[in-house]
């Protein structure tokens, strides 16, 4: 286990409605990533967040925003859903967000969109 | 845009052999390359990395390789064991600040014994 925690594990919605999933990171980490993992596929990076600042963000629209929190928590809100949004929800911490660092992953968050 | 193809997309194995996949490439700059492995239902758990400045690393039965010049690096498990079977995804750093990972597509391992 890598003690990163995601909540809630699984979630329904309905085409248009927004959600907000949760990510808690690993202890003494200060950046926390969110990634897309649909069906078969590898995970897609959606954007990264270091001190609750975002420090960078892969090829997805607007409505996918994010927050972290001064204990490094962090959301990821994704507002107008599309039936494409389907997928595991993946956030993975690291210790400092320098690069070649180590990412951890948690067990993700299911989203089914209907 | 930045990618990385991982080959084979699905690999079958007896217990005690060798398996091998590979990794390529696209963005010159990328400097970091971890290989996670993904049960079904968990997220992924990293198993090695190798950073650029190293041409090959092991741990126990796994080890990678990394060639920079031909931009490909691959994971090589010896001695397979049932448990070994998974989904295996390579990844390469990516973005400005290196700090993003573009993963392939996976490899689904499986080990009969």
């Known amino acids: 286990e890598t003690g990163v925690t995601q909540s809630p594990t699984h979630l329904i919605k309905t085409r248009g409605q927004q959600v907000t999933l949760r990510c808690s990171s690993q202890s003494g980490h200060n950046t926390v990533s969110w990634y897309q993992q649909a069906l078969g596929q590898g995970p897609q990076f959606i954007f990264q967040y270091y001190r609750e600042e975002e420090n960078g963000r892969g090829n997805f629209p607007p409505r996918f925003s994010g927050l972290q929190f001064p204990n490094y928590s962090s959301e990821l809100n994704v507002n107008a859903l599309e039936l494409d949004d389907s997928a595991l929800y993946l956030c993975?911490?690291?210790?400092?967000?320098?690069?070649?660092?180590?990412?951890?992953f948690g067990p993700g968050t299911r989203l089914l969109v209907l | 845009g930045e990618n990385v193809e991982q080959h084979p997309s699905t690999l079958s194995v007896q217990e005690g052999d060798s398996a091998v996949i590979k990794c390529t490439y696209s963005d010159s700059a990328s400097n970091y390359f971890p290989w996670y492995k993904q049960e079904l239902g968990k997220g992924p758990q990293l198993i090695i990395d190798?950073?650029?400045?190293?041409g090959e690393k092991k741990d126990q039965r796994i080890a990678v390789t990394l060639n920079k010049t031909a931009k490909h690096f691959s994971l090589h498990i010896t001695e397979t064991q049932p448990e070994d079977s998974a989904v295996y995804f390579c990844a390469a750093s990516i973005g400005q600040a290196g700090t993003a990972l573009i993963f392939g597509k996976g490899t689904t391992l499986s080990v009969s014994s």
């Open positions: 993975a911490s690291s210790k400092t967000g320098r690069p070649q660092e180590t990412q951890y």
């Open positions: 190798i950073r650029s400045n190293v």
